[in-house]
């Protein structure tokens, strides 16, 4: 793939990303922390951090979303979150239907890559 | 879940019984600098949120999950408010 085309899909990929909810399992950073007082009673006691979706080269899509964390993250992290609400509520807060659609279900240590997979 | 500031309230008389009583918002998401990300969305308030407050949104089936879960049809709903823009850690 030339260097142009390649550009051209990073774009591509980050103004869909901003634009569209993504669903499924994603790669993030962790940004830091939310305080939220008044919510939903399933989510006491459960840490809920602010995360950005990446590419997995690591490059930002700008893309901001919420998780409930089950594996102590911390800002900084880059993270594996899962966006299917029985799974995250599970994971999350140790039962399931909850009100939660996002969990982080764990810490990357590496991401390994075919060369000429990478766009 | 994402981050959305309420921007409106939306008023709807001929609805789905199981929304009777309940309040539907107009909430824009927001991004880590606060600023819009995406559309505008209608969400069912299940948290007592009120317009210009910040607050975050859970979407897809999980979002009836607050009400009677079977009978509500909603696929956005505010689930918590968020204390205030300086409690989103990243600012």
């Known amino acids: 793939m030339s260097v142009v085309s390649s550009q051209l899909l990073v774009a591509k990929t980050k103004q869909l990303t901003t634009e569209l909810t993504i669903s499924n399992m994603i790669l993030a950073k962790v940004l830091g922390n939310i305080v939220a007082t008044q919510k939903n009673a399933r989510y006491e006691n459960a840490r809920m951090m602010l995360c950005e979706h990446i590419t997995p080269e690591g490059e930002a899509t700008g893309y901001t979303l919420m998780a409930l964390d089950a594996v102590d993250a911390g800002a900084g992290d880059t993270v594996l979150i899962v966006q299917e609400g029985w799974s995250a509520s599970t994971t999350a807060t140790g039962k399931a239907g909850a009100a939660i659609d996002s969990a982080i279900v764990g810490v990357v240590d590496r991401i390994d890559l075919l060369e000429n997979e990478t766009t | ?91």
């Open chain 2, 1 to 91: 879940m994402q981050l959305a500031r309420v921007i409106g309230t939306v008023v709807a008389t001929m609805k789905n019984p199981s929304l009777v009583g309940r309040k539907l918002m107009i909430i824009q998401s927001l991004n880590k600098d606060l600023a819009p990300q995406g559309k505008p969305l209608v969400a069912v308030d299940a948290a007592g949120a009120g317009v210009g407050e910040l607050v975050f949104w859970c979407r897809g089936k999980e979002a009836s999950f607050p009400f009677k879960r079977e009978d509500t049809p909603t696929d956005c709903t505010i689930v918590g408010i968020i204390d205030s823009d300086q409690h989103v850690s990243c600012q």
